[in-house]
Every structure is written in structure tokens, then in C-alpha cells.
């Protein structure tokens, strides 16, 4: 029996055959065929360990996002946006690579080493930037990057190095490791970026989005703002901290005036790019989309979802996505649709008018951009490994509103549907259900290990 075969029936069972057809195939998935489209510019603003509720949009009441959640209004939502890992250097690789993180043998984060660590992203990836490329695009990083363990030597010979990965042009990005925080120049971690003395680390990598976008504006870009806010140390702007802790509301669970300055300060980078944009008459050609590479670590952020970062339960993994393109986004969509970091390369690849040169696991999510159809998702895999250690390989698969997390030699079950803060493990109720799901995340385990394909 085939892997397609087999796995299509265990889905089968656990879902009604009629729901198991419509399911894609089983690994590798290509993006859907090129459909005659204008190729827009693709800008992606990510916020670091930002949470699903996070935002003014998603129903937080105390922070204040303005910016995006006009983006919100303008555009769409989606409310079952993932990222593919939860912890932020997995994600970026799958947001590169549009690999599942075990894929691309990055598991977990990486870590400072005294000589260069023998983690990085591989350069032999099919990167998003190579693919975009190829349809005459020009790719540009700016921010975060934290996918080397290299940190001596020339930038552009260091393994996983962006520049290695496809990108032409990185700016403001780590040259040391990121420790924790450096929000004000002169930053420690980027000796060689010049600025004055107190510069806010978020206005400069806004200052820098809008010069690579006034620059060009002429050609199809690719342009991806990785933000090192809010990642813990926290610091905000002294007014916006004094701003917020002096609101109503201040110290509750999940209200903390130092999150909510520099979550305000990415605001209002977003509504720095929104404008230039706008001014530079690119809004109808760019999609723009703000998103986050894991759940917030304060789990009360998350609530009412259980856990954070670091985690596989629905608080480390469920992230914030909204989308914006003037006249192909409708605008005040909300979409329930699984997506995944995964997504983003064949989304943008088709969108560009090509198909993958390499299978990728993700599945493009432009019908569902432009309302031109729907996304036949039904299972989407999450692995984590602390360490990298495969012994301590920790697993998840959901599979329409079920989900099963396999950590620490057991199982548990949960109906997303019914019980989206996962308190009520199915587990012992459903025996059948969870020997048909680990038999999936068992048939998953064995694909993904066999490295870049």
C-alpha cells in the first residue's frame, strides 16, 4: 500500500471518507497551477514571540494597534493561522524554505557557540528568494535573521547566512548573537550599524523598510521586515511606557504597559511602510501581511488559549495573520482556513506567476487572498526538538478540529472545536482516534527526517 494510500485511509477513519478525498497529497505538496494574475510586490512584517491575541484586532483591549487593525479592516483576517514551529528559528526556516522545520533540520532555536555551530539553513534550500527570482524579483531581509550559529568571520561566507539563502539585499540584521534585547543604539549585536545615540531599534528597521521600498519601487520586490520586538528583554519608549502604565488596566493578566510600547512602536512601523506605500502608488500592487513566529511566553497573553512559547499546545503555536491588498483582498474578510509559515512560499511563488522548481510541504493560500476558491487542507504537522535531540523529538497533528500532541511518552487529545483552550484531554475517551492519529504523525515523522529533498 502507498503512503498515499495509507495515510488517506487512516484520515478516513478518523474523518468520514468523503472529507479524507478532498485531502491534498500527503507530503511535499506543490503549489496549485500559475493562475493569470498581476504579480504583486510581497512585503511580510513579522513580530517576534508575538501573541494570537496580541492585537488590537484579535480582541486585545489594552494594547493599541491602530495601524494593523485598519490592515485588518481594509484586508482579512485569519483565525487559524500557525506558526510551523513553536519557537522562532523553525519558523524562519519555513518561512524561507516552505519546509516543514523538521524538514529542513531545524528544530529548535539556535544557540550562541564560541566557534561556529554546525546549525544553520542550508544554502542547497530552494529558497523563497531563489524562487521569486527566477520571475525576476528582487528580495530584500531586514531585521532579524537567527538562522546561523556563525557569528566570525566575513557576513557573507558564514553559513546559513542570508545572503546564502537567495536574499540580494540584508539590512540592519544581526552580526552577533541576539541575546536578549538590544532595542537602543548603539545596538551590541549590530556593532556596524550606525546611528545616533537612542535610536529606537524598531524606528530604524522602519526608516530602512521605506528606503528598500522608495528604492524599488520600479521592480517586483520581495521584502521581508523581521522585527526583533517583542522578544523578550522588554523595552519600550519612555512616553509609550509612561503612556501605559498609567491606562486603566495596567498590571492585569495579560495587560503589560512595556509589551504594549513596543507592540505600539511596531504599530506604528506598520503605518510607517502603509504610507510609503500608499504615497509611492504601490498599495494596489503589494500584498502586505503581518504575522508572528510563535505564541507570546507570557501565557497569560494567550488566553484563552492554552500554553506559549516554546509549547504545542494552541498558546505556542496559533499566531496572528492579516493580510492586505487593496482591489484583490477584500476588504473586512475573516477566514477560518488552517494556514501555516509554510504557506508562504507557494502562495507568493504562485502569485508571482511560476510553480515551485522544488516540492515544498506548504500549500498556497492565494485562492483564499483573492476569493477565487477555497483551501483543501485537512492535517497540518508541527515537530520540536529541544536541543535538536531526536530522543526528545516532541509532535503534534491536527486534523480538522482534532488534535493530538505526543510529548513525553504519552499522547493527549483535544477537540479544537468545542474546546479551543485545550483543558479536556480526549485521550483515554478515544482510543481508536488517537492510534489513528499517532499512526499519521508516526508516517510524518518518517518522511520529514529524510532531510531537504
Not at 95 to 114: C, K, N, W
Not at 306 to 332: C, D, H, M, S
Request: glycine content about 12%; hydrophobic content about 35%.
Amino acid at each position: 500500500m502507498s503512503t498515499t494510500t495509507s495515510r488517506r485511509a487512516l484520515l478516513g477513519g478518523l474523518m468520514g471518507g468523503a472529507a479524507a478525498s478532498m485531502l491534498p497529497a500527503p507530503q511535499l505538496a506543490v503549489g496549485a497551477p500559475a493562475r493569470a494574475v498581476r504579480r504583486p510586490n510581497i512585503l511580510v512584517v513579522s513580530i517576534d514571540d508575538l501573541g494570537w491575541r496580541e492585537l488590537g484586532c484579535y480582541g486585545h483591549e489594552f494594547n493599541e494597534t491602530p495601524e494593523i487593525d485598519k490592515l485588518a479592516h481594509d484586508g482579512m483576517r485569519f483565525t487559524n493561522a500557525y506558526a510551523a514551529a513553536p519557537l522562532c528559528s523553525p519558523t524562519r526556516a519555513a518561512l524561507v524554505s516552505g519546509l516543514y522545520p523538521a524538514r529542513s533540520g531545524i528544530t529548535d532555536f539556535l544557540h550562541p557557540e564560541q566557534a561556529p555551530g554546525m546549525h544553520f539553513l542550508s544554502p542547497r534550500t530552494h529558497s523563497l528568494p531563489d524562487a521569486l527570482g527566477r520571475a525576476g524579483y528582487t528580495s530584500g531581509m531586514i531585521g532579524k535573521w537567527h538562522l546561523t550559529e556563525d557569528y566570525t568571520g566575513r557576513y557573507r561566507n558564514r553559513r546559513g547566512n542570508p545572503y546564502a539563502l537567495g536574499f540580494d539585499e540584508v539590512r540592519a540584521s544581526e552580526s552577533r548573537y541576539i541575546a536578549d534585547g538590544d532595542y537602543v543604539a548603539p545596538y551590541a549585536f549590530m556593532p556596524a550599524l550606525a546611528g545616533p545615540r537612542g535610536e529606537y531599534l524598531t524606528d530604524r528597521l522602519a526608516s530602512e523598510a521605506t528606503e528598500y521600498i522608495t528604492k524599488h519601487r520600479d521592480e517586483p520586490f520581495f521584502l521581508h521586515v523581521s522585527n526583533f520586538a517583542v522578544h523578550t528583554r522588554l523595552q519600550g519608549k519612555p512616553e509609550l511606557l509612561a503612556k501605559y502604565k498609567a491606562k486603566a488596566g495596567a498590571g492585569k493578566p495579560g495587560n503589560s504597559p512595556v509589551l504594549a510600547a513596543m507592540l505600539e512602536s511596531v504599530d506604528q512601523q506598520v503605518g510607517r511602510i502603509v504610507r510609503t506605500l500608499d504615497e509611492l502608488g504601490l498599495a494596489g500592487d503589494t500584498l502586505l501581511m503581518v504575522t508572528s513566529d510563535n505564541g507570546a511566553p507570557r501565557h497569560d497573553a494567550n488566553a484563552p488559549l492554552r500554553g506559549g512559547k516554546g509549547q504545542l499546545y494552541e498558546g505556542g503555536i496559533r499566531v496572528p495573520l492579516v493580510a492586505r491588498w487593496p482591489g484583490t483582498v477584500a476588504a473586512g474578510r475573516t477566514d477560518d482556513t488552517m494556514t501555516s509559515t509554510i504557506d508562504l512560499l507557494p502562495t507568493a511563488v504562485e502569485l508571482a506567476g511560476r510553480t515551485p522548481q522544488r516540492k515544498v510541504d506548504g500549500l498556497s493560500i492565494a485562492p483564499l487572498l483573492t476569493g477565487t476558491g477555497t483551501l483543501d487542507r485537512e492535517t497540518l504537522f508541527w515537530v520540536h526538538r529541544p536541543g535538536f535531540r531526536r530522543a526528545d523529538t516532541r509532535a503534534a497533528v491536527r486534523v480538522g478540529d482534532l488534535k493530538l500532541i505526543r510529548q513525553g511518552g504519552h499522547s493527549e487529545l483535544y477537540d479544537l472545536g468545542a474546546d479551543p483552550g485545550e483543558s479536556h484531554n480526549l485521550a483515554g475517551r478515544k482510543p481508536k482516534t488517537v492510534k489513528g492519529m499517532n499512526q499519521l504523525l508516526n508516517a510524518h515523522l518518517r518522511d520529514v527526517d529524510a532531510g531537504v529533498r
